[in-house]
């Protein structure tokens, strides 16, 4: 049986002298607090929730029979001390139960910005590229899933080649979230290439697409589903310098022989072009790292590409993006079945892998009720423990694998 949350709550002396208004404004005020810590979605509560957290403030338990306060001795004082330790224990656990029950669990998706309604002017379509030598990106986080800063070396050992995701010594790994420009880059170029088969098979001489990207960081932002505050913009400098340094390696095993794969950064670097009045970034230039662009501009009709559901950018957590990115790959318009101790080693988690268990579970269990673009998640006991299916929901209109020249204009 799980212990319950601990709570920081004052005395319950000084609860009871407060006016009604004042209790339930610090009621709403621990339940936002209760909500952000257990990764529950955060409510106004009703008068009805209000009262009945009142009555579990101050309800009356065995620790509030008060010994005698004439010459207490100094054992009295430790039995006066014990008890309202024993008390306090009993409220912090009536209300952190109560407040679970009151709290919904916390949404998949992230509400989207309030321009969002311009979205698709910008974006035609989100693709995902894949890694050359026949070795998936989608096969594994080639990011941290965290949103703090991670150090360090994440490897993968799969079953026919070696991985490896190294980031900068202080700049840290690329995060899930930044990789978001890796994909607006990606999408860049897929539809460069879509126009240059377009011009090219309407008997015309088009060039190549340009090897660097030059983006507003508004563009960026729209693309990413992302609010245009100060701060966005702050992140996404930070952001590119993580992906520039962010390099991976692999070591393919294919056919029993080992070969070196050079090192391959998500990108190939960026320059700040110009800047705001406020010193923010206004336009950037993305250098498209080669491996990316051979595998994007190349002779084939149908490109190694992968669409991706807009509402990709709106999952709010690392790990949910990676399960998102893992199903895509592997069930498409069917299912996939994994171990969650293969999904803790593709993921690349620093978690401990119980502590990983419990945040998959979590998830889950919210996309009972606020469902995962595109796909259904389900848990069940297998012969070495517990198996993630990922099925694709037929009734959804999310989009397939199409080629390039394939899609309407």
Same mark, same amino acid.
């Given at each position: 049986m799980s212990k319950a949350p601990r709570l920081e709550l004052m005395a319950r002396d000084g609860f009871a002298a407060l006016s009604l208004h004042e209790k339930n404004a610090y009621l709403q005020e621990l339940a936002e607090r209760f909500a952000e810590t257990q990764g529950r979605e955060p409510v106004v509560l009703d008068?009805?929730?209000?009262?009945?957290? =009142?009555?579990?403030y101050l309800r009356r338990v065995w620790a509030d029979l008060k010994l005698p306060k004439e010459n207490p001795s100094a054992l009295?004082? $430790?039995?006066?001390?014990?008890?309202?330790s024993i008390r306090m224990q009993a409220v912090q656990g009536d209300m952190a139960g109560a407040l679970m029950n009151e709290l919904p669990p916390k949404r998949v998706l992230r509400a989207p910005p309030e321009n969002d309604a311009q979205l698709m002017f910008f974006v035609p379509a989100i693709y995902d590229a894949p890694i050359k030598d026949d070795v998936n990106l989608m096969d594994v986080a080639p990011? &941290?899933? $965290?949103?703090?800063?991670?150090?360090?070396?994440?490897?993968?050992?799969? /079953?026919?080649?070696?991985?490896?995701?190294?980031? +900068? $010594?202080?700049?840290?790994?690329?995060?899930?979230?930044? #990789?978001?420009?890796?994909?607006? %880059?990606? &999408?860049?170029?897929?539809?460069?290439?879509? =126009? #240059?088969?377009?011009?090219?098979?309407?008997?015309?001489?088009?060039?190549?697409?340009?090897?660097?990207?030059?983006?507003?960081? $508004?563009?960026?932002?729209?693309?990413?589903?992302?609010?245009?505050? +100060?701060?966005?913009?702050?992140?996404?400098?930070?952001?590119?310098?993580?992906?520039t340094k962010t390099t991976i390696k692999v070591v393919n095993l294919s056919g029993g022989k080992r070969r070196q794969v050079d090192s391959r950064p998500l990108i190939g670097g960026y320059q700040v072009v110009s800047r705001t009045g406020t010193n923010k970034i206004d336009l950037v230039e993305i250098t498209i790292p080669d491996w990316v662009y051979q595998s994007v501009v190349r002779a084939d009709k149908a490109l190694p590409l992968l669409t991706l559901n807009e509402d990709y950018f709106l999952i709010s957590s690392g790990l949910g993006r990676f399960i998102y990115r893992l199903a895509r790959k592997a069930a498409g318009k069917g299912e996939a079945r994994y171990s969650v101790r293969e999904l803790h080693?593709?993921?690349?988690?620093?978690?401990?892998?119980?502590?990983?268990?419990?945040?998959? /579970?979590?998830?889950?269990?919210?996309?009972?009720?606020?469902? %995962?673009?595109?796909?259904?998640?389900?848990?069940?006991?297998?012969?070495?423990?517990?198996?993630?299916?990922?099925?694709?929901?037929?009734?959804?209109?999310?989009?397939?694998e199409l080629p390039l020249l394939d899609r309407a204009v």
């Open positions: 008068k009805d929730a209000l009262a009945r957290l =009142r009555r579990y009295d004082d $430790a039995l006066n001390r014990l008890g309202e990011f &941290s899933l $965290a949103k703090n800063r991670r150090t360090g070396v994440i490897k993968y050992e799969l /079953k026919d080649s070696l991985i490896t995701i190294e980031g +900068g $010594a202080e700049s840290g790994l690329a995060t899930v979230f930044d #990789y978001d420009i890796f994909l607006n %880059m990606v &999408s860049y170029l897929a539809e460069e290439v879509r =126009r #240059y088969r377009q011009d090219e098979a309407r008997g015309l001489r088009p060039s190549l697409p340009a090897r660097a990207y030059r983006p507003s960081s $508004a563009h960026i932002l729209k693309f990413c589903r992302r609010s245009d505050g +100060g701060k966005s913009y702050d992140d996404l400098e930070a952001a590119l310098d993580r992906l080693k593709r993921s690349g988690s620093s978690q401990e892998f119980r502590k990983f268990v419990y945040d998959l /579970k979590q998830l889950v269990s919210r996309t009972a009720a606020f469902p %995962m673009p595109d796909f259904d998640l389900s848990l069940q006991e297998g012969q070495d423990g517990p198996v993630l299916t990922m099925k694709r929901r037929t009734s959804d209109d999310a989009p397939g």
